[in-house]
């Protein structure tokens, strides 16, 4: 049975603080990505809490794209979930990576709408890391 969708876990650290609480950064990190990988954007909403952090979600036709940011940490987390074709979700998380500039970076791919037992594991996937000893 092939996947209903791709669901992408990236973990971005030790980005720029500023860029993780400027919602307008965020949202053109997340227009850019969503344009790359040729997905449909839908809707969009997004927050800048305080005293810092950010939260923006993209509804999608394909499904979605989150972002939340970390200023005080130097973390960014995303969430993309896409029907049909990994290529796409791929292009998009690529792009976000390029984008932040974080140093550390860990990217998780699971597949969705399969039963484990027929034998589809989640695909653990670590892009790059770079952590100072």
């Known amino acids: ?24 950064f ?10 790359r990988a040729e997905l449909t954007l839908l ?3 997004e927050h ?7 939260t923006a979600i993209a509804l999608l036709a394909e499904s979605h794209l ?22 796409p979700a791929e292009r998009a998380c690529k792009l976000l990576i390029e984008i932040f500039e974080p140093r550390d970076v860990h990217l998780h791919v699971m597949f969705r709408g399969v039963r484990l037992a027929e034998g589809h594991e989640p ?5 790059r890391s770079k952590r100072s000893a």
């Not at 992408?8 to 980005?15: E, S």
């Not at 695909?123 to 892009?127: A, E, F, G, S």
Request: glycine residues 8%.
């Open 1 to 24: 049975m092939k996947p209903a969708g791709y669901h992408f876990l990236l973990d971005l650290g030790d980005v720029d603080p500023q860029r993780l609480d400027d919602p307008d």
């Open 66 to 87: 989150s972002i939340h940011t970390w200023p005080e940490s130097g973390y960014a987390a995303a969430d993309l979930f896409t029907c049909g074709e990994r290529a």
């Open 43 to 45: 809707g969009e909403i």
């Open 123 to 127: 695909i653990p996937v670590v892009v």
């Open 26 to 35: 965020i949202r053109r990190a997340m227009h850019s990505a969503i344009e």
């Open 48 to 54: 800048r809490f305080e005293p810092q952090g950010v």
